[in-house]
């Protein structure tokens, strides 16, 4: 079975600063992992995904995701936070060989970004 | 532009009544997904289809049934509506073996 945590329900940033939300994932193959965003009564927006290759990923709105196998991790980044990031965001996994499809889904995490 | 779309975006309804929750997307996608949202659940799975006529459960799938009929549609019904089931939809859509899936805006179901 595949599963994602997300140990912080909520992390508080000031402009600016670098901000880090946690992801971690268990697979019994090689993942796909992916981050997604919520805006307040929005659906999900995707922002970025690591399916092979580099380890660090590039996605919209300057961020960026680092893929660690070792520590079975996909951290997303971003280097200088901005109010406007204050949002809900997701990180989910598919398994490559036994999860089909199937995005299996963290519990969320609440940015804010303050000035 | 291609999208996915939902319907009603706000339904309420009372226990014990059908009710069924409509996901129509453009893009030609063979994946189709229900999900739920709830505090401290984060999205979870309902029911999944990969192609016209093929439905399976995920992994909340009691109490809820879907059909796919055509490559656009994947009405999710409630059979007998409860108050559990207050909640959040999510409908989303992927191409076949693709990889990330693309979410309607929802549907916030209350039942009372």
């Known amino acids: 079975a595949q599963s994602v945590a997300q140990p912080e329900d909520q992390v508080n940033v000031a402009e600016g600063n670098p901000l880090t939300v946690k992801c971690t994932y268990s697979?019994?193959?090689?993942?796909?992992l992916f981050w997604y965003v919520q805006y307040p009564n929005r659906g999900l927006q995707f922002l970025l995904k690591?399916?092979?290759?580099?380890?660090l990923v590039k996605g919209s709105y300057g961020f960026e995701a680092e893929f660690n196998k070792s520590q079975t991790s996909f951290h997303l980044k971003k280097p200088s936070a901005l109010v406007s990031d204050s949002a809900l965001y997701f990180c989910?996994?598919?398994?490559?060989?036994?999860?089909?499809?199937?995005?299996?889904f963290g519990t969320g995490t609440q940015l804010k970004v303050e000035l | 532009d291609a999208e996915i779309t939902q319907s009603p975006r706000h339904k309420i309804t009372e226990t014990g009544r059908q009710v069924t929750l409509a996901c129509h997307q453009t893009?030609?996608?063979?994946?189709m997904f229900w999900y739920r949202q709830d505090l401290g659940h984060g999205l979870r799975l309902i029911h999944y289809?990969?192609?016209?006529?093929?439905?399976n459960k995920g992994e909340v799938s009691d109490g809820y049934s879907v059909s796919r009929s055509n490559t656009e549609d994947l009405p999710l019904t409630l059979e007998s509506a409860a108050s559990s089931q207050t909640s959040v939809y999510f409908c989303?859509?992927?191409?076949?073996?693709?990889?990330?899936?693309?979410f309607g805006q929802g549907t916030r179901l209350t039942v009372v």
């Open positions: 697979v019994s193959g090689n993942p796909y």
């Open positions: 289809s990969y192609g016209v006529q093929d439905t």
């Open positions: 690591y399916i092979t290759g580099d380890n």
């Open positions: 893009w030609n996608h063979n994946n």
């Open positions: 989303a859509s992927s191409e076949r073996g693709g990889t990330e899936a693309f």
């Open positions: 989910a996994v598919r398994d490559i060989r036994g999860g089909g499809n199937k995005l299996t």
